[in-house]
């Protein structure tokens, strides 16, 4: 079992930049492939950036690509989710979860545990 609590969201300027962070609890951290996703009001929750096991591999969504950087730290069992220039339509709750197989999958149903949310606003 793995509990996932994200934290970093807020309100912010177009442009601007947030860092989010997702602490994990247990002691498997570094065996989970780790994601972040988001959902807007009214659409499907929706991939937006992946990291595998040792943190070499990464994966983005073509909308954050460029602008969003994910990273972990086994030693401290977070997951980090830097996003710059950001846009109005970032606007969403953003998750962290957390996957038991060792390879970057992208769908929502794929992904064993998962945190609570973050509210991230981007302002026009």
């Known amino acids: 079992q793995v509990q996932l609590v994200e934290s970093g969201g807020g309100l912010v300027q177009a442009g601007g930049s947030l860092r989010l962070s997702c602490a994990a609890s247990?002691?498997?951290?570094?065996?989970?492939?780790m994601g972040w996703f988001r959902q807007a009001p009214g659409k499907k929750r929706e991939f937006v950036a992946a990291i595998r096991r040792s943190g070499i591999s990464t994966s983005y969504a073509d909308s954050v690509k460029g602008r969003f950087t994910i990273s972990r730290d086994n030693a401290k069992n977070t997951v980090y989710l830097q996003m710059n220039s950001l846009k109005p339509e970032d606007t969403a709750v953003y998750y962290c979860?957390?996957?038991?197989?060792?390879?970057?999958?992208?769908?929502?149903?794929?992904?064993?545990?998962w945190g609570q949310g973050t509210q991230v606003t981007v302002s026009s």
């Open positions: 247990g002691r498997t951290f570094n065996t989970y492939t």
């Open positions: 979860a957390a996957n038991k197989g060792q390879f970057i999958v992208t769908m929502t149903t794929t992904y064993d545990y």
